[in-house]
């Protein structure tokens, strides 16, 4: 079989099937890592020059580019897990504004968590997504049941489904039925002036100062007067049939607060809706390829290692097109289908320990590991022999 390795050769732009990293002085210069070297030093690997080795340089220069993409893939992917929450919402930007953030440390955020604890909020009434809008019905005298659905929504929200959210159906606040202790025509607590023994002062005295519980308790006991002798003003809601106690003695206008239910259970309803230049998954997240001059000599070895396993897997494929090689008087067997095996295991392995070393790093592993160091930390100290002080 020919030999078509034949030793290094001097690498020039367009080698590569992508070109990605070709500009790249580090990859195609004259430097310690570029690819020539890995070549020559991937080909020695293989058995050169004691047996043939069946590829040209541009296919370990392929093999070399693919190992470099690999790598930049496991970190960005990496990343894009461990900064996910902080990054939705985030522009993109577009054209020459597009974010890359690429190599680039990221602060974390709690914005992404406030907008998830906005739906709570929306509940509650104290903010979130989801308008509340305002709507009233005439009530008639002695009518108890209304139905909402006949009486507004189909009117009002052209037939979307609405939920009452409050009602604004209450007794007279407690408040204007109480006597003003303040006011200078005086009844009641003025009557107190003579008790305590005020009422000849000259100048004469035009009000008494009460504290601020002796209102908050005859406010509390107007409500329990309201609450236990009377009917209580409450309503009931049933698939949007109201029934308002007690009995109305009157006719006036009922208002109350609503959401549309297709706005409350909408998953697009965010600030973000509708645009398509924020990131909203995985899959827009701006990551692209490292550049090969920022990767350290740790990521470089990986990549070299990787690189090799990606190059017995194609000289397996070669090798594996015809399984021997006849010559005089015998045959020679061809080392395809364990050179293919041998490298399936290797990618394997180097994958699992990148992400295992990934995963160690992440924000989480390295928070509970300063947290165990700082623990550690006090029980040494905690062995420190205490001085004594003689004054």
């Not at 992404?112 to 709507?135: C, H, M, P």
């Not at 002036?193 to 100048?203: A, I």
């Not at 297709?262 to 490292?290: L, Q």
């Not at 470089?300 to 017995?312: D, M, T």
Request: net charge negative.
């Amino acid at each position: 079989m020919e030999q078509i390795w034949i030793g290094s050769s001097s690498f020039s732009s367009g080698n590569t099937p992508y070109g990605f990293y070709d500009s790249d002085i580090e990859f195609s210069g004259t430097g310690n890592h570029n690819v020539d070297k890995f070549a020559d030093w991937a080909a020695r690997r293989l058995g050169y020059p004691i047996v043939d080795i069946e590829m040209p340089s541009g296919s370990f220069y392929a093999c070399y580019e693919e190992a470099i993409t690999e790598y930049s893939a496991q970190v960005n992917q990496f990343n894009i897990k461990d900064n996910m929450l902080a990054l939705q919402g985030q522009e993109t930007g577009s054209g020459a504004t597009k974010t890359d953030l690429t190599h680039r440390k990221l602060t974390p955020t709690i914005g992404r968590n406030i907008q998830l604890a906005e739906q709570y909020g929306s509940e509650a009434g104290v903010g979130g997504t989801v308008d509340f809008k305002t709507g009233s019905i005439e009530i008639s005298s002695g009518s108890q049941v209304y139905d909402l659905d006949a009486l507004y929504a189909q009117v009002s929200e052209s037939g979307n489904a609405i939920e009452l959210r409050k009602v604004f159906y209450d007794a007279t606040p407690a408040i204007q039925r109480y006597f003003d202790p303040y006011a200078s025509a005086g009844q009641g607590s003025l009557n107190l002036m003579d008790q305590f023994g005020w009422g000849n002062y000259s100048p004469a005295v035009s009000f008494l100062m009460m504290p601020a519980y002796a209102d908050l308790l005859r406010i509390q006991a107007i409500e329990f007067n309201d609450q236990i002798r009377k009917s209580a003003y409450t309503f009931q809601l049933r698939n949007n049939k109201l029934r308002i106690f007690p009995r109305p003695t009157k006719d006036f206008k009922l208002n109350f607060n609503y959401v549309k239910r297709s706005d409350r259970d909408s998953s697009t309803i965010t600030e973000h809706s509708g645009s398509s230049d924020v990131i909203s998954d995985f899959s827009n997240v701006p990551y692209n390829n490292m550049e090969y001059q920022y990767i350290n000599h740790v990521g470089r070895q990986w990549i070299r290692k990787y690189g090799l396993a990606l190059s017995k897997e194609m000289l397996g494929v070669v090798r594996g097109k015809y399984g021997t090689i006849p010559i005089p008087n015998a045959e020679v067997a061809l080392d395809g289908d364990t050179l293919r095996s041998e490298a399936s295991a290797e990618k394997e392995f180097l994958t699992t320990q990148l992400r295992e070393m990934l995963d160690q790093t992440s924000r989480k592993a390295m928070l509970e590991a300063d947290k165990d160091e700082a623990e550690f930390l006090q029980e040494k100290l905690k062995k420190v022999p205490y001085p004594i002080y003689i004054g």
